[in-house]
């Protein structure tokens, strides 16, 4: 649909589907859509054969056809241009399609999800995903670092054991991966600066916003990376990311009424607080959160409000992340991590950190979880030849575009989402 003004005056050929049709008498107006746009198409009984006209006059919604016509300017047509027909193949009549042009309940759209798809606004997020995971590579390998891809089904626990996925392997316990990182760890060490493109699995038992239990993630890792190398990529990824969809999404965008200007104010450096000067601010906010525990949805929209860029909290205490982070030289208690908080309320799209490359401290951490060492003894290999620091991070794809096309709810953000409550489609 992009070339047709490249084409005025010219026959072109459209292979579609019907997004909306009306009559009067001679003449049908279509709005045919192929996937790529939707455009304005005139069909009348003196242009076009016989045959084609009669069976044209009983196209429903989203019935599949082919039609050929002349280019025209119309500045009143979306996209500017409308085409004069003068062929129609009619492909299958639809059935009565169950989503009309007029508003319906999300709960009816989910169900429905697989038809939904077609919908313009639909397009413009998916569209947009789409762009966002090309940066998201690209940005990765124009700075060296090589896709290496890490497996999914995985004998351990990455992130916790309380959201595993479980599947029977030939008679072994074996679980759907939650994040490739510990596998990245094995690959950076081997090249150098790799990164994971792929799904990953929480069993999440609450229904939120920013919940699924099947997410996308790219995760970086680099050996000799300190944590604040590791906070500079993520920055830099970020802006590269925000640049790129203004640059190429901004029609979609503004379908979305998506303050524009909200993204082009995204700029390094991002501001900083440490996990326990957040405390001060959430206490001071009437929003206590005892030391060591994590942040919940609430804390983080507190937090992120207070600035226009993602915010950067650092510092976590041990205690209430996962077993592999490094501890803060200057106070084990605390680690070298941080969460990358997303401005208009969007919450955590990042997790990261330094991981620990002692073995002992390693073996230790895992003792405390109660992890079966055997598990992890390929890991903790890791440690025990030419162990160096390293540094990596998780940025979840679907609260990014949640949060670019600012969506009330992460289902949208993704073709297909899997939820707590959802599986079909
Ligand atoms: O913070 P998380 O759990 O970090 C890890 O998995 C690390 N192992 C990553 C790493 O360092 N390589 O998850 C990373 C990101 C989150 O910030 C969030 O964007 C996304 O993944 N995420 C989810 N998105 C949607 N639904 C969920 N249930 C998500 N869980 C995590
Ligand atoms: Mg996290």
Wanted: aromatic fraction near 10%.
């Amino acid at each position: 649909m992009e070339s047709l003004k490249q084409n005025l005056g010219l026959e072109v050929e459209i292979d579609g589907w019907v997004y909306n049709i009306r009559s009067s008498g001679a003449i049908l107006f279509l709005l045919i859509r192929d996937g790529t746009g939707i455009v304005q198409c005139i069909a009348s009984k003196k242009e076009l054969p016989p045959d084609a006209f009669l069976s044209a006059k009983k196209l429903t919604q989203e019935s599949s056809l082919i039609v050929r016509g002349r280019v025209r300017e119309d500045a009143r047509a979306p996209g500017g241009v409308e085409l004069d027909l003068c062929d129609i193949q009619v492909g299958q009549i639809a059935e009565e399609y169950p989503i009309s042009l007029k508003e319906h309940g999300v709960a009816f759209l989910m169900e429905n999800r697989h038809l939904w798809l077609r919908s313009s606004r639909q397009h413009a997020i998916l569209r947009i995903r789409a762009t966002i995971i090309k940066a998201m590579r690209d940005f990765m390998d124009d700075r060296s670092f090589l896709l290496v891809d890490s497996p999914i089904l995985t004998p351990a626990a990455a992130e916790g054991t309380s959201t595993l996925f479980s599947v029977d392997y030939f008679g072994q316990p074996a679980y759907l991966s939650q994040s490739g990182q510990l596998y990245n760890e094995a690959t950076c060490i081997a090249f150098g600066k790799t990164y994971c493109f792929g799904p990953a699995f929480r069993a999440e038992k609450s229904s939120t916003r920013r919940h699924l239990t099947e997410l996308w993630m790219l995760e970086p890792e680099a050996a000799y990376f300190t944590f604040e190398d590791n906070l500079r990529l993520q920055e830099d990824l970020v802006c590269f990311i925000v640049e790129q969809v203004l640059e190429k999404r901004k029609r979609e965008l503004e379908s979305l009424e998506r303050d524009i200007t909200k993204l082009e104010s995204i700029q390094p450096p991002f501001p900083r607080l440490t996990y326990d000067q957040a405390l001060e601010i959430l206490q001071a906010e009437g929003q206590p959160l005892p030391w060591g525990e994590d942040f919940g949805a609430p804390h983080e929209q507190i937090l992120s409000a207070r600035y226009q860029k993602p915010l950067f909290v650092t510092h976590f205490p041990a205690c209430c992340k996962a077993f592999y982070m490094q501890p803060d030289p200057q106070r084990p208690e605390v680690t070298l991590s941080a969460d990358l908080l997303a401005p208009e309320g969007y919450g955590e799209i990042i997790g990261g950190s330094e991981r620990i490359h002692s073995l002992a401290l390693l073996e230790k951490r895992i003792q405390e979880h109660e992890y079966p060492p055997e598990i992890y003894h390929w890991y903790l290999d890791l440690r025990r030849y030419g162990s160096v620091p390293h540094a990596g991070f998780g940025m979840g794809v679907e609260r990014t575009v949640a949060w670019l096309c600012h969506l009330e709810h992460i289902r949208e953000s993704i073709p297909l989402p899997r939820m707590l409550e959802r599986i079909y489609p």
